[in-house]
Nanobody, 115 residues
């Protein structure tokens, strides 16, 4: 059974940093495209950052230069380093795995940016 388990969320002050991790119990992890999404209260879920099976990355415009996504195929993990956090980054952050015909979501981890 596939499981994606996020960790690392919490409360941080504006300008601070957090590092989110996603541990994936999934066969052939390296063949999956991985991503982080987020959903703020009253808003639609949106893409934060994605990393393909070959390591190429893409980011939502508002995250470029502040967030970094990476993966460790040996450990079946994907991380999201978030710097210069803003109150508008407050949301539940979800890990996502995708391969043709297969989509998986984690349960999410709360990130709150507030003074």
């Amino acid at each position: 059974q596939v499981q994606l388990v996020e960790s690392g969320g919490g409360l941080v002050q504006p300008g601070g940093s957090l590092r989110l991790s996603c541990a994936a119990s999934i066969n052939l992890f390296g063949t999956y495209a991985m991503a982080w999404y987020r959903q703020a209260p009253g808003k639609q879920r949106e893409l934060v950052a994605a990393i393909s099976s070959d390591g190429s990355t893409n980011y939502a415009d508002s995250m470029k230069g502040r967030f970094t996504i990476s993966r460790d195929n040996a450990k079946n993990t994907v991380t999201l380093q978030m710097n210069s956090l803003k109150p508008e980054d407050t949301a539940v952050y979800y890990c996502h795995a995708k391969k043709v015909g297969n989509l998986y979501w984690g349960r999410g981890t709360q990130v709150t940016v507030s003074s």
